[in-house]
Each structure stands twice: as C-alpha cells, then as structure tokens.
C-alpha cells in the first residue's frame, strides 16, 4: 500500500475515532460550502427565470415609458408623464403598420379585492390595460377571456384576475374557471370576473406575479382615484426584421406627440425586451459579487474555526504523535497525516454543504419557476474550496505536530 493510500486510511481511521470532533468541524465547513453553494444555486436560478421571463415577451417587442426620476412608489415628475390621451393617440396613428400596440396603467400599488366573506390583504397590484395588453405581456389566461374592446371603450366594470386572487376570494376548490363571471369587489366597487390568468409566481425574483388585478384602463381613470396619469406602452410587431423600423417609427411619432423642439433631449424611453433582460442580469451578476463575497467571508470563518480545532487535536494526540515517531515515523508522514485528515474533514463537510446548498438553491429556483439547477461548475469549486480549506487550516497544526520531540511528546500527561 502507498504512503499517500495508508496516510487517508490513518485520516479516517482518526476520524472516526474522534467522531464528535469531526462532525462538529465538518459541520462549519459544511455551513459555509451551504452559503457559497446555496447562494450561487440561487442566483443561476434567478438568471434562468429572468431568462424564460423576458423570452416569453419575445425578441420582437419593445415599450415605451417615461424617463423620469420617482419620487414616491408609483409617483414621477409631471414633466415625464406618459399621459393616456398621448399614449391613445400613438396607439391611433401606429394602426396598420404591422404591430400591435397595448396600453396599460397602474392604478393602484395597495388594492384590496373581496367577494361575500372572503378578502385580500391590501396589497394587490391594479392595473388598467387595454383589449390587447396580454398578447404583448408576460401573461397568459388560463380560463375564460380577455377584454374586449367594447368593453374597454365604454369603461364596462369587468376584471380579469391572477391566480393568487383566485385562491384567496374562491378557496376550497381547484376548479381553472370558479371565478368565472362571479362579481367581486374591487377597493370597494363591483366588477365582473371575465377572465383568471395562469399561475405566473414570481418574476425576475420579485413575488407578487398572481397578485394581480386587470381592469379596463377606461374603467380604471374612472374608478381608482389614486392612480396617476402615467401610461407605459407595448409594441408588438408580427416580424423580427421590422423591429428596427418600428421601434425608429416610434421613436419619430413619441417626439410629435410630446410637442419636443427639435435638439430637445427626450422625455420618454424606448427599450427592447431584450435590453431589458441584460440590465436585469447585469443586476443579478451585482447580487452574485456580493453573494460571493458573504459566502467567502463565512468559509474564512470555517477555516479558522478548523485550525483551532486541529491545534486542539494536535495537543490531545501528542502522546501518540511520539509514539508514532518512536517506532519510526518521519516528521514528514506526521505532518502528511494531519493535512490529510483536515482534508479529509473538509470533504465531509463539503460533501454535505454542496447537498444543502442545492436544495436551499432549487428552493429558490422552484419559487421563481426556474426548475431543477445544478450549477457543476460551482460544485466543482466547492470541491476544490474544500482542499485548498483543508490544507490552509491544516498546514499550521500539521508543522506543528511533525516538530514535536518525540521523548517530550512521550512524557506528556
């Protein structure tokens, strides 16, 4: 049998024999390889979800919304606002030019929904859209229908909710379409349910993606009194090829709209969806820096926490450390023992902290709808993190151990 093979049969026959020690060090290993795991699972969850959210938008779509700075949640300057008379007036003159415009408002942050003894807390999002709002978002019905356009022209007070709403009003069955021309009360005020979307979750890892109340964007200027004057806009075009030219349309027909001089410099944005979905990663790849970072920091703490323990083991062991060097070990084979046992510790630990760490991460990942991540590379890097862990904080106890004189080491008590 090699050395190296008898020095990792030395490791875990010490490991067991110190079973409490090492599951206890494997343990804060285990810990940390959970937090550097567990976070990145996380964050490769998040970037698939906001992957698979902005693709169903499709590459062929891009919004138009105001480029003013908010000054409360839902408030922005008067300057700025993407009113609906200007909004309506675009969706008029872009007709017939091979896209499909929709028009949407939020009309209230904080809403409250209920029918008979059932209600929502007060924190569902209203929105005002327009017949054509669901074939340019990332919503899809899952029973009965949208608006139709009559019903936005005359502000007809009809709803169609998601699915949280449905839960929440209509409990006790799992009926798609319970909700279904039912009439519910909307911050107090009588709407007809037309339509309930698709269970959507969370989206781009904010939660509230079936609290969601569509109303009429007519209705909704008429009923929610809170609600401020500030549309955003959803173009749609059927090719790919023409989203260059209709987005320059666009561009050309929002500064007539908004009466700006020529020089002027902009007070509305036009973005792609799938500039959208860059900005969104180059925000999660931020989260993932400093995800990193935590879960080094708490690996350190690991590390550090090993050494002692290993600088105890070392002091417990002494007595066999001299008598291993009495009948022939060499400085070498003891310092070798000892880093491998920590290494060994280490992979426990690892073995167990990679587990948790990917079912705290898919956790995460089936919350936002993403499905099963194993994200190898950083399985792999945790693995690699274990050795370099490992014989970091064993080095120091290791040198120790193999300097001990073996008659000292042999009178010790």
């Given at each position: 049998?090699?050395?190296?093979a008898?020095?990792?049969?030395?490791g875990l026959?010490?490991?067991?024999?110190?079973?409490t020690?090492?599951?206890?060090?494997?343990?804060?290993?285990?810990?940390g390889?959970?937090?550097?795991v567990?976070?990145?699972?996380?964050?490769?969850a998040m970037?698939i979800?906001v992957?698979k959210?902005?693709?169903?938008m499709?590459?062929?779509?891009f919004?138009?919304k105001n480029?003013?700075g908010v000054?409360r949640?839902?408030?922005?300057?008067?300057?700025?606002?993407?009113?609906?008379?200007?909004?309506?007036?675009?969706?008029k003159?872009?007709?017939?030019?091979n896209?499909?415009?929709a028009?949407?408002?939020?009309a209230?942050?904080?809403?409250?929904?209920?029918?008979?003894?059932?209600?929502t807390n007060?924190?569902?999002?209203?929105i005002?859209?327009d017949e054509?709002?669901?074939?340019?978002?990332?919503?899809?019905?899952?029973?009965?229908?949208?608006?139709?356009?009559?019903?936005?022209?005359r502000?007809?007070p009809?709803?169609v909710v998601?699915?949280?709403?449905?839960d929440?009003?209509?409990?006790?069955?799992?009926k798609?379409?319970?909700?279904?021309?039912?009439?519910?009360?909307v911050n107090?005020?009588?709407?007809?349910v037309v339509g309930s979307l698709?269970?959507?979750?969370?989206?781009?890892?904010?939660s509230?993606g079936?609290r969601?109340?569509?109303?009429?964007?007519?209705r909704?200027?008429?009923?929610?009194?809170?609600?401020?004057?500030?549309c955003?806009?959803?173009?749609?075009v059927?090719?790919?090829?023409?989203?260059d030219?209709?987005?320059s349309?666009?561009?050309?027909?929002?500064?007539?709209?908004k009466?700006?001089?020529p020089?002027?410099d902009?007070?509305?944005?036009i973005?792609q969806?799938t500039?959208?979905?860059?900005?969104?990663?180059?925000?999660?790849?931020?989260?993932s820096g400093?995800?990193?970072?935590?879960?080094?920091i708490?690996?350190?703490g690991?590390?550090?926490s090993?050494?002692?323990i290993?600088?105890v083991?070392?002091?417990?062991?002494t007595?066999e450390?001299?008598?291993?060097?009495?009948?022939?070990?060499?400085a070498?084979?003891?310092k070798?023992?000892?880093l491998i046992?920590a290494?060994v510790i280490?992979q426990i630990?690892?073995?167990?902290?990679?587990?948790?760490g990917?079912?705290i991460?898919?956790l995460?990942?089936?919350?936002l709808?993403?499905?099963?991540?194993?994200?190898?590379e950083?399985m792999l890097?945790a693995v690699?993190?274990c050795?370099?862990v490992?014989?970091?904080?064993?080095?120091?106890p290791a040198s120790r151990?193999?300097?001990l004189?073996?008659i000292?080491?042999?009178?010790?008590?």
């Open positions: 049998m090699s050395m190296f008898e020095n990792i049969k030395q026959g010490s490991v067991k024999a110190h079973a020690r090492a599951v206890i060090t494997s343990s804060i290993i285990a810990i390889i959970a937090a550097l567990g976070i990145l699972t996380s964050i490769s970037q979800a992957t959210t902005f693709s169903k499709g590459s062929q779509s919004t138009i480029a003013g000054k949640y839902g408030e922005v300057d008067d300057n700025t606002r993407l009113t609906f008379d200007e909004a309506w007036e675009f969706q003159r872009m007709e017939g030019r896209s499909t415009v028009l949407s408002i939020n209230d942050f904080a809403g409250k929904a209920s029918f008979q003894s059932a209600e007060p924190n569902v999002r209203v005002g859209i054509d709002y669901l074939k340019t978002a990332n919503y899809e019905l899952g029973a009965g229908r949208t608006f139709t356009d009559n019903e936005v022209t502000a007809v009809v709803v998601g699915q949280e709403i449905v929440k009003l209509f409990p006790g069955s799992d798609m379409g319970r909700a279904i021309n039912q009439v519910i009360a107090g005020k009588p709407y007809r698709q269970t959507k979750g969370s989206s781009m890892g904010m509230g079936d969601v109340i569509f109303v009429p964007i007519t909704a200027k008429r009923d929610m009194k809170n609600m401020q004057d500030n955003m806009i959803n173009v749609a059927d090719k790919v090829l023409d989203l030219e209709s987005m349309e666009a561009y050309t027909l929002m500064r007539r709209i009466r700006l001089k020089g002027e902009e007070n509305f944005v973005q969806s500039a959208m979905a860059k900005e969104a990663l180059e925000n999660i790849k931020m989260v400093v995800g990193t970072v935590i879960a080094i708490t690996l350190l690991a590390a550090v090993l050494m002692n290993m600088l083991s070392v002091t417990e062991r007595r450390i001299g008598l291993r060097k009495a009948l022939g070990a060499t070498k084979q003891i070798n023992q000892f046992e290494v280490c630990g690892g073995a167990g902290g990679i587990l948790l990917l079912i991460g898919n995460v990942g089936v919350a709808g993403a499905g099963f991540v194993a994200p190898w950083w890097l690699v993190v050795i370099v490992g014989l970091g904080a064993g080095l120091y151990a193999s300097r004189d073996p000292e080491a042999l009178r010790f008590d």
